[in-house]
C-alpha cells in the first residue's frame, strides 16, 4: 500500500527557504588576483574585482577592527570554506571567526577587507592609508601588502575635497 505525503505551504515554504540557505552558504567567497597598473602589481580581488585589503594593526591572524572601522573598511565575510579563483593559492587561504562569531576571509594569515570608497571594480583607494591605528595595503597573490608603486597620487583630500568622513586626511592618489 503507497501512501501520499502531503505537505503543507508552510512547511514547504520553510524547505524552500532552507535549501536557499544551503546553497548561499556553500558557496564560499572568492578570491582571485588581477594585475594593477595603478599599483604596479597583482593584487587580490573579489568575485567582482573589488581589491582586498589587509590591515597591518591585525595579529595572529585575528581582526583588530571593529565599529566604525568596519564601517570604513567592511571585513570580507564568508558563510563557507573560501574558494581560490584564478591567480589565488587556496592553500592559503582560510577564515577566522570575529567577536560576532561570523566568518571573515583570511589570506596567508590576514583578515581581508574592502575598502568603503571602492565603488567601482578595480579602484584601490584604500591602498597605504593610515586609519584606525595602522596602515592598510592591498593584498599580493603570495599574501603581503603591496606598496604604491609611486608617490605621485599623494595624500589630502579625497573626491569631495576635504578629509575623510572618519577624519583620516583623504583618500586619493592610489586609486583607479
Not at 9 to 30: D, E, P, R
Not at 104 to 117: C, D, E, I
Request: charged share 15%; aromatic share 10%.
Amino acid at each position: 500500500m503507497k501512501r501520499k505525503l502531503y505537505l503543507s505551504a508552510a512547511v514547504i515554504a520553510i524547505l524552500a527557504a532552507f535549501a536557499a540557505g544551503a546553497i548561499a552558504a556553500t558557496s564560499g567567497s572568492q578570491v582571485k588576483t588581477w594585475k594593477s597598473s595603478s599599483l604596479g602589481a597583482t593584487i587580490l580581488v573579489d568575485s567582482k574585482n573589488h581589491t582586498l585589503y589587509l590591515f597591518m594593526k591585525d595579529k595572529s591572524g585575528k581582526s583588530s577592527c571593529t565599529g566604525a572601522c568596519a564601517a570604513n573598511w567592511p571585513p570580507y565575510m564568508t558563510t563557507a570554506k573560501p574558494r581560490a579563483g584564478a591567480g589565488a593559492k587556496a592553500a592559503l587561504l582560510g577564515t577566522t571567526k570575529r567577536s560576532n562569531g561570523k566568518l571573515q576571509v583570511t589570506y596567508n594569515h590576514h583578515p581581508l577587507y574592502h575598502f568603503k570608497f571602492d565603488t567601482k571594480a578595480h579602484q584601490a583607494k584604500g591602498e597605504a592609508i593610515d586609519a584606525f591605528g595602522g596602515l592598510w595595503y592591498a593584498v599580493s597573490a603570495k599574501g603581503t601588502k603591496v606598496m604604491p608603486a609611486s608617490n605621485t597620487g599623494g595624500y589630502g583630500s579625497g573626491p569631495t575635497g576635504a578629509t575623510g568622513p572618519t577624519g583620516y586626511g583623504g583618500y586619493g592618489g592610489y586609486g583607479g
